[in-house]
């Protein structure tokens, strides 16, 4: 437990500060998908506090365990934990969306830390069930977690890739979709109905839970249970979200999907994000 | 081509375990050697190319060597945007397969027959592409495919038009190949994949109007050598079972048009569908691709130039 332990950044990932950097990018390159990102954070805390392993905090470390961001529209949640992590700078932030600068609005593989090229949707899956799968030929006792969007489980390929994950009984594989049921244009149910998204993950043959996303005391308790327990089954946690989820004003306001901010919006969303 | 693949398959497997054999459920036969001798080196991914295509990136990523198969119509055009962005965005090593291009499943109608995959292919930056003609061709290019560790596409139209190389081609090759006859004759042939033999024959016909080459490096396309052969010529006819858009002579004339502008034919699949059901003898010649009509076509084009053809 010790020598693995070293393996874990001792980071607070704190909320709050989390989402003060998501907004400070958006500001910073008047960018959009706020929204998409503040659904992600509580999941991001979590995972890089306690579960993701990267030997000598390298993101390119090759035993390293791998998160996929195939839901690519919440980089600037990733990006916020990679600065608190020491990958990203101040700079980046400043100069995020400036001419010549590396940080793309969608998750891209070039940059240490984000395992795929993902913003079309469908694809980030696919690459991490191939490097879950990779892991485990290799017999190595990597991890990949994945984070798919509800509004990117339209996609085919998510679900070929359910069978494939199934068929390959890669407990090692452990996706979590962000279902804060609003997709660009609307709400889940009004366009693409999912219906109950951990009896159709059970029924391509995961392990499955349904929690509170923004709930980190019980995404840690399903997420060690996933890590720890026997089933041999890949995994799905259902983590029920609320996009925006942080600011009264984006709260469950889908608008915050394109909106960007304004310096009155920044300083409100800042002022209520305060210790 | 079909045999010289299978046993390089298993060869390459038994030499390097990294290697991998992806399928979407085709090949029926093809993979028995390596199922049989090398069981856990072959995968079947099912009815699902585009979850296939992703999961091969991402064992390549975690240090495998994967080669991706299937039919042309969906290994690489339906899964274009999973290459790009999955595979070739990164540069990893992921051979991929189109079997049966053109018109090898004359029977099944559009969704099978494959006349956009070099078009496809060729757009996606940082993917080779090749299109051997025999077994030689196929030999160099799996050998050329996996040693340089790039993303590449290999295409394999109708298999068994019969041998054209004599002698197996090297690594350095240029990946242009000037076949027998071939000298400063007027007009230049440039074929690839199963529209090589025809040109071969042609040539053989006119012996002092034409020179026959054969092209397995689709891209990057090997631009000095050709350049090198429109100075030895004086117009060039390319032949292709592949659309005239996009395809191998349109890469010709991209290339020669700044380096070397001489005149040049296209011959390949015209703007359209199959309209007929039949054998893949048939279906070339619905689409002008036979001999006889090929001759006429290249005989038309010398004439316009003022090049009369001549045995």
């Given amino acids: 437990m010790s020598s693995d332990q070293a393996n874990y950044f001792a980071g607070t990932f704190d909320q709050k500060q ?47 365990d791998y998160l996929a961001l195939s839901k690519g529209h919440g980089v600037m949640a990733q990006y916020a934990c990679m600065l608190e992590r020491g990958w990203l700078d101040d700079g ?47 017999g190595s006792g990597q991890r990949t977690f994945c984070i798919v969007g509800d509004g990117e489980s339209n996609e085919g390929p998510i679900w070929e890739g359910a069978l494939l994950a199934a068929q390959h009984k890669l407990r090692n594989f452990i996706t979590i979709i962000d279902e804060n049921g609003l997709q660009a244009m609307g709400s889940t149910s009004d366009i693409m109905d999912l219906g109950a998204m ?61 909106s960007r901010l304004t310096d009155e919006t920044f300083a409100q969303a800042n002022h209520e994000l305060e210790v | 081509m079909r045999e010289v693949f299978s046993k390089f398959l298993v060869d390459l497997a038994k030499k390097d375990e990294r290697f991998i054999l992806l399928t979407g459920d085709h090949g029926y036969a093809l993979f028995d050697a390596l ?56 540069g990893l090593p992921v051979v991929l397969f189109g079997d049966g291009a053109g018109f090898v499943y004359s029977t099944l109608g559009t969704s099978h027959q494959c006349a956009e995959d070099m078009a496809c292919s060729r757009a996606i930056a940082g993917l080779d592409v090749y299109s051997p003609c025999d077994d030689v061709e196929m030999a160099w290019a799996l050998e050329r495919a996996y040693a340089g560790q790039r993303p590449s596409y290999i295409r394999i139209g109708k298999a068994d038009v019969g041998a054209v190389h004599g002698q197996p081609m090297g690594q350095d090759s240029a990946g242009l190949c000037p076949l027998a006859g071939a000298s400063d004759q007027p007009l230049a042939l440039v074929a690839t994949g199963s529209m090589v033999a025809l040109a071969r024959d042609l040539a053989a016909e006119f012996p002092a109007s034409m020179a026959a080459y054969s092209l397995p490096l689709i891209k990057p396309l090997p631009s000095a050598a050709l350049a090198a052969l429109a100075q030895r010529h004086r117009a060039i006819v390319t032949l292709e079972e592949h659309s005239v858009y996009g395809g191998m002579g349109s890469a010709v004339c991209e290339a020669l048009s700044e380096a070397a502008p ?50």
């Fill in chain 1, 18 to 64: 989390l989402r003060r950097h998501i907004l400070a990018m958006a500001k910073a390159g008047n960018a959009v998908h706020i929204g998409c990102s503040f659904s992600l954070v509580e999941i991001l805390a979590v995972l890089h506090r306690d579960f993701l392993r990267y030997p000598g905090n390298d993101p390119e470390h090759p035993e390293r």
């Fill in chain 1, 92 to 138: 980046h932030i400043a100069g995020y969306f400036s001419d010549g600068s590396a940080l793309m609005g969608l998750s891209d593989s070039r940059i240490p830390g984000l395992e795929v090229t993902s913003g079309s949707l469908g694809h980030g899956f696919s690459v991490a069930l191939g490097l879950a799968l990779a892991a485990k030929r290799r």
């Fill in chain 1, 198 to 258: 951990d009896a159709k993950f059970a029924s391509f043959g995961f392990e499955t839970a349904v929690v509170d996303g923004h709930d980190e005391a019980a995404l840690h308790r399903v997420l060690t249970q996933f890590c720890q327990g026997q089933d041999p089954r890949p995994k799905a946690l259902i983590a029920k979200t609320v996009k925006g989820k942080g600011v009264s004003f984006m709260d469950n306001n889908n608008a915050w999907h394109y």
């Fill in chain 2, 35 to 90: 199922r049989r001798e090398c069981p856990n080196q072959y995968l079947n991914c099912g009815v699902a190319e585009q979850n296939m295509v992703g999961v091969a990136a991402g064992l390549a990523r975690g240090g495998f060597r994967p080669f991706v198969y299937g039919l042309a119509a969906f290994i690489p055009t339906r899964v274009v945007e999973q290459i790009k962005l999955d595979i070739a965005h990164d």
């Fill in chain 2, 262 to 311: 001489l005149p040049i034919k296209r011959v390949g699949i015209a703007d359209r569908y199959s309209e007929r059901c039949g054998s893949y003898a048939y279906l070339r010649e619905e689409h002008g691709l036979t001999l006889a009509q090929v001759r006429a076509q290249v005989a038309a084009f010398g004439e316009r130039l003022g090049l009369p053809l001549a045995a």
